[in-house]
């Protein structure tokens, strides 16, 4: 019920134009609250408005790009206001460069299927971390 009126609200441009932007909206607020999700909720915005017209590999991209300013906007506002060390980061930025790199060309050689499936594996693990993981 509820996809369906945000279906029929993004019909015309306007209506769009404004789901879009709420999305938006709630995924820079979940990513600068806790650190990530924000394009968890952009690509289930995407799903949404564009459904077929947008592949998933495609939806999944516009994420990555779009979490790239959310993130850096986060980390400037965490560093001001609690001294957020990038030496603390330092350790990790390598290999997580590595990591990108590796990842973002894995995902030109997986099927929408096998991402879609690592994608919810990923989200269901988080989830148990963050009841009962320490």
Same mark, same amino acid.
């Given at each position: 019920?509820?996809?369906?009126?945000?279906?029929?609200?993004?019909?015309?441009?306007?209506?769009?134009?404004?789901?879009?932007? %709420?999305? =938006?909206?709630?995924?820079? #607020?979940?990513?600068? *609250?806790?650190?990530?999700?924000?394009? @968890? /909720?952009?690509?289930?915005?995407?799903?949404? %408005?564009? =459904?077929?017209?947008?592949? #998933?590999?495609?939806? *999944?991209?516009?994420?990555?790009?779009? @979490? /790239?300013?959310?993130?850096?906007?986060?980390?400037?506002?965490?560093?001001?206001?609690?001294?957020?060390?990038?030496?603390?980061?330092?350790?990790?930025?390598?290999?997580?460069?590595?990591?990108?790199?590796?990842?973002?060309?894995?995902?030109?050689?997986?099927?929408?299927?096998?991402?879609?499936?690592?994608?919810?594996?990923?989200?269901?693990?988080?989830?148990?971390?963050?009841?009962?993981?320490?």
């Amino acid at each position: 019920m509820i996809k369906q009126k945000i279906r029929e609200l993004a019909a015309d441009r306007r209506g769009f134009a404004a789901v879009a932007a %709420l999305f =938006g909206a709630l995924a820079g #607020t979940v990513n600068g *609250f806790i650190g990530s999700g924000g394009g @968890i /909720l952009l690509i289930y915005g995407m799903e949404l %408005l564009l =459904g077929e017209e947008q592949d #998933t590999k495609d939806r *999944f991209t516009t994420a990555v790009v779009s @979490i /790239l300013p959310m993130s850096a906007i986060s980390a400037y506002i965490y560093y001001r206001n609690s001294g957020a060390s990038v030496a603390d980061a330092a350790p990790y930025l390598s290999a997580a460069l590595f990591g990108g790199v590796f990842g973002a060309w894995l995902m030109t050689v997986i099927t929408p299927k096998i991402l879609k499936t690592v994608f919810a594996v990923l989200i269901v693990w988080a989830g148990y971390r963050a009841f009962f993981g320490s």
